[in-house]
């Protein structure tokens, strides 16, 4: 693309409309293409480029903030030995030689969109980034900071170029950049992005050409860092592959890989499955080691499948693992002579297949009901699982869900690991609990276990499944900040063990509610019921609006309590926007002061008395229109007017 033909003011014209909730269709033109369906058609805009479009609206979908930046900082979680960047270092260095008399600075980035180092750069362009944080530990994810170069790179998949009023954040204006991800040849996996920023004044047509050589170098160097027994572990698992008409997985100590059939059949709970007993029989003793396993396995949808694993390279010394399955389809059709032995198991009536979402649950974001999925398939196949989330997101909610749904005559016992001076009391609980082989334990705040409790715990649970598929079910629940990675120890002052534990092979993320709008419409008029004593309160459609846009920043958990708050002492009636807290009304990204908190909500009640007139709201409050309008903006207060009736 050559910056120079970007429309700057019609571009940022329809940013403005955009952000007024307007909806928009590109027109065709020689630089533009039409985007079939992703905005309603009939609307004029001027030339922006599909890409762009589509970030706008992904933006709009994560509330990211368009006036003002938030750039999360996450240096204490990247990997600043990586085999990325220690691949990447010569490429940048030769990069900035070539820049030393161009105003612009050349960016690295991982695959998370967290920043690794830059290079190059005039002072001007320096100022600037040190301005908008654009600088290693920070994050320049799209769901964070907006359309940029790199965050939309990564989220777009190909090259990504950004000129001034196409970044959606208003800082980011004043630079051009763009950005290609690199991905690593032997996984295919994307490892980063690299990114070239200048001012937009000084962009030219010839950055996404210097970026594309820079990932290519990057690439070829990556594949140069491999080892000879990565090589032949990837050329044996592709001589497999070949010969097996079926699903194929390699393992090795660094890297696991798997053929499409694989990926088609497995859910993630299977693949973390088989990587955990071929990672079992690479690390097995010399002694005890078998060349080959043969087992029969239940997939998390119910289906049994016969893996044959085979390790690669000499007995002492095995490189890799692989992993050939094998259905019951194709063991009926080989017949025989069919080239995985094994005595025929015996039919077994095949498990009911997993819901949709757990009964007792309410929602229905594609994300929330994997997360649904993937804990029911976990608590069916007695797999200890890590449960991740921000406070109040319903981590156990799932869980208790599971073991309903699985075991509903069992007993579930909840075990908080918060209280660390009793670590002898709680660990005595957890080893009565773990006898009961059809139960389920849950571990609260398992990101409060320090090391030396979490090695105990480990050879608890451990011990407790001797054999795979029996014992307890186990789940942790690992709660993670609102805005930003994991909490860390207060005394080992690095990140909790608990992540990184092996006795939990299976981790199911649960997004937060910000992040899943839609099942706010799901979970109001449950939370409703509850909450009012058995009469009739519902939710009004302006009220449901209100809700589905605040951030929820406590997650479920605040929107029971707004909704208790509101259906207070109601036995039938619909609630309306200005029955919500004020808080509901605001979509500030950050943390408000007691004052600024009380501030806006004097301004929401004052406008709702006003019934959203702001002239009149600010008349009450006795100060000026234009104030009102700034602290509006500022709080990112939303009050409709009531139409006059």
């Known amino acids: 693309m050559d910056f120079r033909k970007t429309p700057e003011r019609a571009v940022a014209r329809a940013r403005e409309r955009m952000l007024g909730g307007a909806q928009e269709t590109a027109a065709r033109g020689p630089e533009v293409h039409g985007t079939a369906g992703a905005f309603t058609p009939g ?10 479009l589509s970030s706008w609206k992904r933006c709009r979908l994560h509330a990211v903030d368009a006036d003002r930046l938030h750039v999360p900082h996450v240096e204490k979680h990247i990997d600043w030995d990586s085999r990325f960047l220690t691949a990447a270092a010569p490429v940048l260095d ?20 967290r920043v690794l180092t830059r290079r190059g750069g005039d002072p001007a362009v320096t100022r600037l980034m040190d301005r908008v ?9 799209e769901d964070a900071v907006g359309t940029n170069g790199i965050g939309t790179a990564l989220a777009e998949r190909r090259l990504s170029t950004v000129f001034g009023p196409e970044h959606f954040a208003e800082p980011l204006q004043r630079a051009a950049c763009a950005g290609v991800p690199v991905r690593n040849p032997f996984t295919g996996r994307q490892e980063g992005v690299v990114n070239l920023t200048c001012l937009r004044q000084d962009a030219s047509p010839l950055m996404a050409a210097l ?19 990565e090589r032949a572990a990837l050329d044996a698992f592709l001589t497999a592959g070949r010969r097996s008409r079926g699903p194929v997985l390699m393992v090795t100590p660094t ?7 694989a990926v088609h059949l497995l859910e993630p709970l299977d693949l973390r499955q088989l990587g955990a007993l071929a990672a079992d029989l690479l690390a097995a003793p010399p002694g005890n080691r078998r060349q080959r396993l043969d087992t029969t396995l239940r997939l998390a949808g119910g289906l049994d499948v016969r893996a044959r694993c085979t390790l690669v390279g000499p007995a002492d010394r095995p490189i890799a693992c692989l992993v050939a399955l094998t259905t019951p389809g194709d063991r009926a059709a080989a017949g025989p002579a069919g080239r995985v032995p094994g005595p025929r198991t015996a039919s077994r009536t095949s498990p009911p297949p997993l819901p949709a979402l757990l009964p007792g649950l309410a929602g229905g974001s594609p994300s929330w009901r994997a997360a649904s999925r993937d804990v029911a398939a976990a608590c069916r196949q007695r797999l200890p699982t890590r449960v991740v989330g921000e406070a109040g997101v319903g981590k156990l909610a799932l869980v208790r869900a599971a ?3 699985v075991r509903p005559e069992a007993r579930l016992r909840t075990l908080d690991l918060s209280a660390g001076r009793r670590a002898p009391h709680v660990l005595a609980r957890l080893e009565e609990a773990l006898r009961d082989e059809d139960g389920t334990v849950v571990l609260q705040h398992l990101e409060l276990a320090g090391p030396e409790l979490m090695a105990r715990l480990e050879a608890l649970v451990a011990g407790a499944r001797r054999n795979r598929g029996t014992g307890p079910w186990v789940a942790g629940l690992y709660t993670v900040t609102g805005q930003g990675p994991p909490p860390l120890t207060a005394s080992a002052g690095a990140a909790l063990p608990a992540l990184d534990s092996p006795v939990f092979p299976c981790t199911v993320p649960v997004a937060p509610l910000r992040y899943r709008p839609d099942d706010i419409r799901d979970l109001v008029p449950a939370l409703l019921a509850r909450h009012g004593r058995g009469g009739a309160v519902s939710c009004s459609p302006a009220a449901m609006q209100v809700l589905t846009r605040y951030d929820w920043p406590e997650n479920v958990r605040h929107l029971s309590r707004v909704l208790q708050q509101a259906a207070r002492g109601r036995r039938q009636a619909d609630l309306r926007p200005h029955d919500l807290a004020p808080e509901c009304h605001s979509s500030c990204r950050r943390t408000l002061t007691p004052w600024e908190a009380a501030e806006r909500d004097a301004i929401v009640r004052a406008l709702h008395d006003a019934e959203g007139n702001r002239d009149a709201a600010a008349r009450q409050l006795g100060i000026s229109r234009a104030t009102i ?15 006059a009736r």
Request: with cysteine; glycine share 4%.
């Open 629 to 643: 309008y700034r602290k509006i903006r500022l709080y990112g207060v939303t009050v409709a007017p009531t139409r």
């Open 133 to 141: 944080h654009l600088a290693p530990g920070f994050s320049y994810a």
């Open 255 to 261: 890297l696991r890989t798997a053929n499409a059939d």
């Open 94 to 113: 030769r990069f900035e030689r070539n820049l030393a008399d161009c105003t612009a600075g050349v960016v690295l980035a991982d695959a998370e969109a």
């Open 211 to 229: 970026v594309r050589q820079a990932a290519a170098d990057i690439e070829e160097r990556l594949l140069d860092r491999y080892s000879g027994n």
């Open 43 to 52: 609307v004029p805009h001027p030339r922006t480029r599909d890409p762009i």
């Open 403 to 405: 073991h309903q749904w």
